[in-house]
């Protein structure tokens, strides 16, 4: 073990996948609280007129990402159905 405490911290990289003006400028992740998180973040710039530039931050549970990633949702609503039998 590395003796290194990773909370209250992360990593931001530029994301090199980006191929929307939505897609995120920066990926990466943190823990808070013991929890993981994914992080995406874009490049701003203020409206103001200042030119002066910031980060906009999405913050997401990787528990959270992953619990509907397995079925596609048409199978996952069906997996839920009560079976009435009509």
């Keep these: 073990m590395s003796g290194f405490d990773s909370e209250l911290t992360g990593i931001l990289g530029r994301n090199d996948r980006k191929e929307k003006d939505t897609h995120p400028d920066f990926k990466g992740n943190a823990t ?5 998180y ?10 103001d007129g200042s030119g002066r530039k910031f980060f906009k931050l999405k913050f997401k549970a990787k528990d959270q990402a992953q619990a509907g990633a397995g ?16």
Excluded at 32 to 36: Q, R
Excluded at 38 to 47: F, G
């Design 38 to 47: 994914w992080i995406d973040a874009w490049v701003q710039e203020r409206k």
């Design 32 to 36: 808070i609280n013991g929890v993981d």
């Design 71 to 86: 079925k596609p949702r048409a199978q996952a609503d069906e997996e839920m159905s009560d079976d009435i039998p009509f």
